[in-house]
């Protein structure tokens, strides 16, 4: 494509010799740095053709944040992700790309939702804009003592990492009681509502990681330190199982005596909510 004209004038015979100035012809990929700072080079394609996204090392950064991945529209609703030097064809028009950060939280730090970091992913492993990263445990303020729930629920609530939030949403459609479960799932904390009640192994990483570095304000005096999970004893479903949070040495040893304490369901215990984002 013709974009202007050079000229060279001959000031003896007085002609004029212009000199055509070309463009490439194609479509571009621009890269949109969406909140951090430096660039990248856009890449031209011709139509129809396919090329690879550069990686995005240290070009494009953004202070406290980790760049994830690359997305049609800057919030990422309703758009197309592409990871880190994907293909991309183009074939009618071009196409703007927005980097997507996901924030730095440290344990210990205070959460969106007004709590404690307790747990977080590696960040430096993901690749491609996850579901969660961090868990955050509700403020003192939110605490509760309840009941885990009726007798003989007929829910079998998995114990991981990361299945608290399912097993709460099990356990309050299977019941109308007031209890733990409903407790959590019924808070409004520094406006999010997405609270729910730890399965067994996040309330171990919220003892180690905050009780045990004295953060959180658990009470570790009434109800033996104890804390209900959102996992239930499967072969026997009148028991769930509690987290002892005043063991004195939160030994690997003394990590799984707390975590195999089931009690009754009946019981009051305490409760401390979390979310994870």
């Given at each position: 494509?013709?974009?202007?004209?050079?000229?060279?004038?001959?000031?003896?015979?007085?002609?004029?010799?212009?000199?055509?100035?070309?463009?490439?012809?194609?479509?571009?990929?621009?890269?949109?740095?969406?909140?951090?700072?430096?660039?990248?080079?856009?890449?031209?394609?011709?139509?129809?053709?396919?090329?690879?996204?550069?990686?995005?090392?240290?070009?494009?950064?953004?202070?406290?944040?980790?760049?994830?991945?690359?997305?049609?529209?800057?919030?990422?609703?309703?758009?197309?992700?592409?990871?880190?030097?994907?293909?991309?064809?183009?074939?009618?028009?071009?196409?703007?790309?927005?980097?997507?950060?996901?924030?730095?939280y440290d344990i210990g730090d205070t959460g969106p939702g007004g709590g404690l970091v307790f747990y977080g992913k590696d960040l430096d492993t993901i690749w491609s804009y996850p579901e969660w990263v961090y868990m955050e445990a509700a403020p003192a303020g939110t605490q509760s003592v309840e009941k885990w729930g009726p007798w003989y629920l007929d829910?079998?609530?998995?114990?991981?990492?990361?299945?608290?939030?399912?097993?709460?949403?099990?356990?309050?459609?299977?019941?109308?009681?007031?209890?733990?479960?409903?407790?959590?799932?019924?808070?409004?904390?520094?406006?999010?509502?997405?609270?729910?009640?730890?399965?067994?192994?996040?309330?171990?990483?919220?003892?180690?990681?905050?009780?045990?570095?004295?953060?959180?304000?658990?009470?570790?005096?009434?109800?033996?330190?104890?804390?209900?999970?959102?996992?239930?004893?499967?072969?026997?479903?009148?028991?769930?199982?509690?987290?002892?949070?005043?063991?004195?040495?939160?030994?690997?040893?003394?990590?799984?005596?707390?975590?195999?304490?089931?009690?009754?369901?009946?019981?009051?215990?305490?409760?401390?909510?979390?979310?994870?984002?």
């Amino acid at each position: 494509m013709v974009t202007a004209w050079d000229f060279d004038t001959d000031t003896v015979s007085g002609h004029m010799t212009l000199y055509a100035k070309w463009a490439a012809t194609g479509l571009y990929v621009y890269f949109d740095a969406n909140g951090g700072s430096g660039s990248l080079d856009p890449i031209l394609f011709a139509t129809g053709e396919t090329k690879e996204l550069p990686f995005n090392n240290t070009q494009i950064t953004r202070e406290g944040y980790k760049f994830i991945s690359w997305n049609t529209v800057p919030d990422r609703v309703g758009g197309t992700e592409y990871r880190q030097q994907a293909n991309v064809t183009l074939t009618s028009s071009n196409l703007t790309l927005y980097a997507q950060w996901v924030k730095r939280y440290d344990i210990g730090d205070t959460g969106p939702g007004g709590g404690l970091v307790f747990y977080g992913k590696d960040l430096d492993t993901i690749w491609s804009y996850p579901e969660w990263v961090y868990m955050e445990a509700a403020p003192a303020g939110t605490q509760s003592v309840e009941k885990w729930g009726p007798w003989y629920l007929d829910v079998s609530a998995p114990i991981d990492l990361g299945k608290g939030l399912e097993n709460t949403q099990t356990l309050v459609a299977s019941s109308t009681d007031t209890d733990a479960a409903h407790h959590c799932a019924n808070l409004s904390s520094g406006g999010y509502s997405d609270w729910f009640l730890p399965s067994r192994t996040e309330l171990i990483w919220m003892a180690e990681n905050l009780h045990k570095n004295g953060l959180g304000n658990f009470n570790d005096t009434d109800y033996s330190g104890a804390y209900w999970s959102s996992s239930i004893r499967s072969e026997d479903k009148r028991y769930a199982y509690i987290v002892i949070f005043n063991l004195s040495i939160y030994t690997d040893e003394n990590i799984l005596a707390s975590a195999l304490n089931p009690q009754p369901n009946g019981n009051d215990y305490q409760v401390r909510a979390a979310r994870r984002f």
